[in-house]
């Protein structure tokens, strides 16, 4: 299963310890876009280098005199940047079949504008209990604190 992250979904999946699960699960690859990278995670760059040293988790950058910038461009005239560059980059990418997880409505909706599969952090919980590689007891325990107490977990997340 490929994963295409956005920031908010990248530290929420850090926060209920669901990103290094997935890192340890070797049918999962995550994908992260450079501005995310540089931009929004720079708090927790650590953790960024961590997971692309581990090679469960990669970095792409779009090239400023590609076609994918002017429709990444396009789309940031409304939406987010990071969230605008992910899902240009996933428009040209079919074939890696991304699922892209974005705590954001709005960008959930530019991506299927764009017929790219996505859903926010619990609906990837719900995708991976069904592709088998997860089973509902595990994402049941990861998401029981926030469900507890939707403060352990941030606004943001699930």
């Not at 908010?8 to 669901?18: A, E, P």
């Not at 699960?25 to 040293?53: F, K």
């Not at 504008?113 to 069904?130: F, K, P, S, W």
């Not at 994402?139 to 604190?145: G, L, M, Y």
């Amino acid at each position: 299963m490929n994963i295409l992250l956005d920031a908010d979904s990248f530290l929420c999946l850090r926060k209920i310890g669901l990103l290094d699960i997935l890192c340890d699960t070797h049918a999962i690859h995550l994908y992260i876009l450079g501005y995310v990278a540089r931009h929004e995670l720079c708090n927790v760059c650590s953790d960024v280098t961590r997971l692309l040293g581990k090679r469960c988790m990669s970095k792409h950058e779009i090239s400023v005199k590609s076609s994918l910038y002017r429709k990444y461009k396009k789309f940031a005239e409304s939406y987010d940047k990071g969230e605008s560059e992910s899902v240009a980059w996933a428009t040209e990418h079919a074939d890696l079949h991304l699922y892209f997880v974005s705590q954001d409505r709005l960008a959930r909706k530019l991506a299927k504008q764009e017929n790219i599969d996505c859903g926010t952090v619990e609906m990837l919980g719900a995708q991976l209990v069904a592709s088998g590689i997860m089973v509902k007891a595990q994402i049941d325990a990861v998401f029981a604190p926030c469900y507890a107490n939707p403060n352990n977990c941030g606004h943001n997340c699930p």
